[in-house]
């Protein structure tokens, strides 16, 4: 599995994600479809020409998820037992149709679980940048991720 354990994981460390995801008509309008969102800014383009973005937005929702998903392949797939919470999500500038979204996540605390000792707390923060490497999403993620299995004296698992 490529995810990273919680031993693999240090406060400060920094990631790139090398996958990148330009962004579709389709993708922003199916998401907004099928999460029931009928907000003008992201399926109506004659009211979307008229406000100060002169075009219809990528929906936020789906910016943090995609971000989010960038991610997995680097630091969770396999290693991930649950999304504890998201905090502090910011926009600061819009994505639009073609843009591509880039990622980079900092380790910014960890802790072991008090309760499962096969587990961890980790904190991260998530930086969504477009092709011309404007920031377009911040958030901070708490994640509880798997540590690794080391054996003991006797050959058994902990």
């Known amino acids: 599995m490529p995810g990273r354990y919680f031993e693999e994981l240090e406060v400060g460390d920094i990631l790139q994600h090398r996958l990148g995801r330009t962004l579709t008509e389709t993708d922003n309008v199916l998401f907004s479809a099928l999460t029931m969102n009928p907000q003008p800014l992201h399926l109506n383009e004659d009211y979307a020409q008229k ?11 789906f910016t943090l998820g995609l971000a989010v ?9 396999g290693t991930l037992v649950a999304n504890l919470s998201y905090e502090s999500v910011r926009h600061p500038h819009p994505l639009f149709h073609g843009d591509t979204l880039y990622v980079t996540t900092e380790v910014i605390e960890k802790r072991a679980s008090q309760s499962k000792p096969d587990r961890g707390i980790v904190r991260f923060r998530h930086i969504g940048r477009n092709q ?15 540590r690794r299995l080391e054996e003991t004296d006797h050959g058994d698992h902990k």
């Open 132 to 146: 011309d490497g404007v920031v377009v999403l911040e958030c901070e993620r708490t994640a509880m991720m798997l």
């Open 51 to 61: 406000t100060q973005f002169g075009r219809r937005l990528v929906n936020g929702i």
């Open 69 to 77: 998903g960038i991610t997995v392949y680097d630091l969770t797939e």
